[in-house]
């Protein structure tokens, strides 16, 4: 059995900081993406997902594509 081993307080908050600082990334891409007309693409499950600048999202994969409408 592992045994886990437990993070400093220093190390745990610097993590945390990273984890803002990625998020604050993403979400200012994602923003840059939709005003530029670009769609945001993901990855989930082997499965690539287009989130089209009108909320559209394309779901691309193994299966048959499929169309999810914007709500």
């Known amino acids: 059995m592992?045994?886990?081993t437990k993070l400093k307080l220093?190390?745990?908050?610097?993590l945390l900081e990273f984890e803002r600082i990625?998020?604050?990334?993403v979400r200012q891409a994602r923003e840059?993406?939709?005003r530029?007309?670009?769609?945001n693409i993901y990855s989930r499950?082997?499965?690539i997902i287009y989130e089209m600048p009108d909320g559209e999202?394309?779901?691309k994969g193994d299966s048959q594509d499929k169309?999810?409408?914007k709500t």
């Open 45 to 47: 499950n082997g499965k």
């Open 36 to 39: 530029l007309g670009l769609p």
């Open 32 to 34: 840059e993406n939709h």
């Open 2 to 4: 592992k045994q886990k």
């Open 22 to 25: 990625g998020n604050r990334a």
């Open 67 to 69: 169309k999810t409408p």
């Open 10 to 14: 220093e190390t745990y908050e610097r």
């Open 57 to 59: 999202i394309i779901v």
